[in-house]
T-cell receptor, first 108, second 117 residues
């Protein structure tokens, strides 16, 4: 069935460092792809999404490009902040499940 | 603001004592989901409703049931909680049902953390 494989953490970066979290997918057809973020003690919230090949989702300085040729949707940010510390989940549709999550800690 | 509300945020129950968790939404979405999330793990889908149509995941234990009396409310019933059911329970909604061609962003509530004594 459809699934995502996500780089596992934890990831610890210094403030203003570059972030990449890898996500690859297996799917039939052309699914939409999502990144969700979960701050401590809270539910998940959508960070960004892309609905077709070569689409780039972006929000709050984060970006991810839907790459059909490599079946990937890697999350990137050029300069992380302490407030970005959270767990990040890659996902296909709800019934395909989430990736295992990557915990990001940003230190001042 | 339109949102997904879960009450209570923390619920304590006793081993084997039935417990109900509540979720409401003001988004008027057709689909409501229940997830179980254990510490440091990804959320695991238990079931979802598309309108009144109930869809159970194959590996969801029979101990977990759900009710959706109307569009706005959905309940998770745990008939006989065990220690292994202690977790965060997340409710989510989407406008469209899950599917390979749907762009169904999910909107999550803050979760209810269940403790089983």
């Amino acid at each position: 069935g459809d699934s995502v494989t996500q780089m596992e953490g934890p990831v610890t970066l210094s403030e203003e460092a570059f972030l990449t979290i890898n996500c690859t997918y297996t799917a039939t057809g052309y699914p939409s792809l999502f990144w969700y973020v979960q701050y401590p003690g809270e539910g998940l919230q959508l960070l960004l999404k892309a609905t077709k090949a070569d689409d780039k989702g972006s929000n709050k300085g984060f970006e991810a490009t839907y790459r059909k040729e490599t079946t990937s949707f890697h999350l990137e940010k050029g300069s992380v902040q302490v407030s970005d510390s959270a767990v990040y989940f890659c996902a296909l549709s709800a019934t395909s499940g989430f990736g295992k999550g990557t915990k990001l800690s940003v230190i001042p | 603001d339109a949102m997904v509300i879960q009450n209570p945020r923390y619920q304590v129950t006793q081993f084997g004592k039935p417990v109900t968790l509540s979720c409401s939404q003001t988004l008027n979405h057709n689909v409501m989901y229940w997830y179980q999330q254990k510490s440091s793990q990804a959320p695991k889908l238990l079931f979802h409703y598309y309108d009144k149509d109930f869809n159970n995941e194959a590996d969801t234990p029979d101990n977990f049931q759900s009710r959706r009396p109307n569009t706005s409310f959905c309940f998770l019933d745990i008939r006989s909680p065990g220690l292994g059911d202690a977790a965060m329970y997340l409710c989510a909604t989407s406008r469209d049902p899950p599917g390979p061609r749907n762009q169904e962003t999910q909107y999550f509530g803050p979760g209810t953390r269940l403790l089983v004594l």
